[in-house]
T-cell receptor, first 111, second 113 residues
């Protein structure tokens, strides 16, 4: 089975901190995605990547950046955390044309 | 503009009865659809899919129906079990475009024992 591992299940950060969320997949998937889930808003795409060193903005990229230096790892960076970035963050990976495999999620609280 | 809509934020069903979760989409280019289930504090897990060349796909207690003319799909769970209580997301993709799924806002299903 494909495994998508997110480094932290729960994080608490202070406003203004730089925050790194890490995601690793072990099945050589070329596509990786970062979503956030908020009540009533569903899953909203932040950034995605189709290949190493490639990235594309999703629907809500403001305040975020990403890094994909290796195929298996896709990092989400909050440049200066704000309270409106408190959310559940979900990483996913896929082969092209197939469904996503999601990680367990990181519940981030910004205080 | 929400391209994939789940208009019912929540649904309660008695154990053993049928649960019907609905999803509407606006983009006629969407031709592949998925349903995911999500428990609290866990990532979504894949449930069932359907391609636009079909109008029905079954997997055990789960059946997905697709009505292309109405741009509507539904997930039927029969019989519903308490363990089915979760948030369900539908997702749609246009395979001719970028391989990116658009997700609905989710429906929280509660199956009452």
């Amino acid at each position: 089975d494909v495994k998508v591992t997110q480094s932290s299940r729960y994080l608490v950060k202070r406003t203004g901190e730089k925050v790194f969320l890490e995601c690793v997949q072990d099945m050589d998937h070329e596509n990786m995605f970062w979503y956030r889930q908020d009540p009533g808003l569903g899953l909203r795409l932040i950034y995605f990547s189709y290949d190493v060193k490639m990235k594309e903005k999703g629907d809500i990229p403001e305040g975020y950046s990403v890094s994909r230096e290796k195929k298996e790892r896709f990092s989400l960076i909050l440049e200066s955390a704000s309270t409106n970035q408190t959310s559940m963050y979900l990483c996913a990976s896929s082969l092209t044309g197939e469904g996503y495999t999601f990680g367990s999620g990181t519940r981030l609280t910004v205080v | 503009d929400q391209q994939v809509k789940q208009n019912s934020p929540s649904l309660s069903v008695q154990e053993g009865r049928i649960s019907i979760l609905n999803c509407d989409y606006t983009n006629s280019m969407f031709d592949y659809f998925l349903w995911y289930k999500k428990y609290p504090a866990e990532g979504p897990t894949f449930l069932i899919s359907i391609s636009s060349i079909k109008d029905k796909n079954e997997d055990g207690r789960f059946t997905v129906f697709l009505n292309k003319s109405a741009k509507h799909l539904s997930l039927h769970i029969v019989p519903s079990q308490p363990g089915d209580s979760a948030v369900y997301f539908c997702a749609a993709m246009a395979t001719s475009g970028t391989y990116k799924y658009i997700f609905g806002t989710g429906t929280r299903l509660k199956v009452l024992a």
